[in-house]
Nanobody, 124 residues
């Protein structure tokens, strides 16, 4: 079993920044992909970004490119999502997820474990 704990969410004005963190613990495979998803009220969970084990490959959706950056520290089993130039439409609960296969995917069903989520609210 893998446990994921997110932190760093909060309330911020449009144009502001937040840094989300997600710490993984438990039975972690030696190589894995980590991702960030978000879910706004009344909407489906949406892929935001993912990063491979080595950090060599990252992928993010067009709406956050140039504003959000995903990174990881394997020594700490932690993945980060630096969010700059936040917009009201970024408001959602943000979840981190782990995939025990070292390839990137955008599909919710392809991730094996999930955190509880952290709320991000961007006011206009």
């Amino acid at each position: 079993q893998v446990q994921l704990v997110e932190s760093g969410g909060g309330l911020v004005q449009a144009g502001g920044s937040l840094r989300l963190s997600c710490v993984a613990s438990g039975s972690i495979f030696s190589a894995y992909t980590m991702g960030w998803f978000r879910q706004a009220p009344g909407k489906e969970r949406e892929f935001v970004a993912a990063i491979t084990w080595t950090g060599t490959y990252t992928y993010s959706i067009d709406s956050v490119k140039g504003r959000f950056t995903i990174s990881r520290d394997n020594a700490k089993n932690t993945v980060y999502l630096q969010m700059n130039s936040l917009k009201p439409e970024d408001t959602a609960v943000y979840y981190c997820a782990i995939r025990n296969i070292p390839t990137i995917t955008k599909n919710v069903a392809d991730f094996d474990s999930w955190g509880q989520g952290t709320q991000v609210t961007v006011s206009s």
